[in-house]
């Protein structure tokens, strides 16, 4: 923990700029499974949008274009969620330990 | 009525809740938050207590939520918001600000049932212009899994342990969106984070009136009712279909029930997919307390009904 601010460095008030939790934690280190969008199969209902707890399913002009996998934590909601089946979960690094 | 597509094309516009928090994965909440603040399009201050909504989406220096948020203690969001809107109405009065704000709380069942009932009491008393969603997960999950009153009967609570001594949690929930009915507020209502439509287009229909608002959602906890990471959505829509949950309004005293099943799905079907039920499975007693589990649904399932034909919309 090198680094650390003194005092005279913090915010008053422990006031933060917001939004700001999405550059400092990537929690897509958490991910065991990875889903896998299958494009052909979408009918753009945004059900997995809707229900993504890390607001992790990407949107442009109210269509889904992919995954954010810096925040996505794998949790599958969306796979479940899907009606066509259209998201797959897979296992990160095809299944192999992080660690030797 | 706010459809997927508005709520998606409000998010795009501009996000009010990031990634980057530290809820588990699977955890029902976010979904919750997301679909309410997208669902206000005016400005919104946000209020929580304490809560794993709180621990995980503020961790110094940053924060999920784009939006002005503020947090206190455990047991008075609703005392802070109502200073906040009350500070709000000063500064409007003084003509010193015209836009219209919005002020929402989203605290946990630990913050709104337990220890923030009576703060939560005193500013629907004092109507104060505010909505509060409290996401039910029926437990003190933050913390890990302490029985609260929230938490249903039986179910399995690190300060109710399953044993034998006790199944699990001996009493009932208690029905706190009838309590805070008898307050006589313009808008209360019940929801599930599995028909998160109908909570987008109850939350447009509580901005409707000026007073205190008041939404409870089940908000399904994979931890702590020992699910799937991925079951958030079945969880929910179970305890709906099973009538533990009904979703309904009351709006200026008239009830109005947003969906009733067309079958009778016995709530042992819910109960026998969590991990925090699994000894009413295993034991020889399970039986006769599924039984009146039961009993309970079908009893609070039938005052409702009675309370809808008696206090119904057309009644």
Known sequence: MAGLKGWRELPLGGVVAGGTARDLNKTGSWRAERPIWHEEKCIQCLQCWLHCPDDSVLIRGGKVTGFDYEHCKGCGVCAAICPKDAIEMVPERGGECARP | ?315
């Open chain 2, 1 to 315: 009525m706010p459809s997927i597509k508005v709520l998606a094309e409000r998010e795009e516009r501009g996000v009010r809740f990031t990634g980057g928090h530290t809820l588990c994965a699977g955890c029902a909440e976010p979904m919750v938050v997301r679909t309410v603040l997208n669902a206000i399009p005016d400005p919104v201050v946000v209020a929580s207590p304490t809560g794993c909504l709180e621990v995980a989406t503020s961790r110094f220096p940053g924060t999920a939520w784009n939006v002005p948020w503020i947090h206190v203690a455990f047991e008075n969001a609703a005392a802070v918001i109502s200073g906040v809107e009350a500070a709000y109405k000063v500064l409007r009065k003084k003509g010193l600000l015209d836009k219209r704000v919005r002020f929402v709380v989203f605290a946990g069942d630990g913050g709104t049932y337990d220890i923030g009932l009576q703060a939560l009491s005193g500013a629907l008393e004092r109507g104060h212009d505010f909505l509060y969603v409290c996401l039910n997960n029926e437990a003190y999950m933050n913390t890990g899994v302490q029985r609260s009153s929230a938490t249903p009967k039986c179910a399995a609570a690190t300060t109710a342990p399953v044993g034998e001594a006790i199944p699990g949690k001996p009493q009932e929930r208690k029905d706190l969106t009838e309590i805070v009915a008898a307050h006589g507020i313009p808008y209360v209502a019940q929801a599930a984070v599995s028909h998160l439509i109908d909570l987008a287009n109850k939350v447009e229909r509580a901005m409707n009136y000026e007073g205190p608002k008041f939404i409870n959602v089940l908000t399904t906890c994979p931890l702590g009712w020992r699910t799937p990471r991925d079951s958030a959505i079945q969880q929910a829509k179970q305890a709906v279909e099973t009538r533990y949950w009904p979703l309904y309004e009351v709006i200026e005293g008239r009830y109005k029930i947003n969906y009733k099943p067309k079958e009778h799905v016995p709530v042992e079907e819910w109960l026998k997919t969590q991990g925090r039920f699994r000894h009413l499975f295993r034991d020889p007693q399970g039986k006769e307390l599924i039984a009146q589990i039961q009993a309970e649904v079908d009893r609070r399932w039938e005052l409702l009904l009675k309370k809808e034909q008696c206090f119904g919309v057309g009644g």
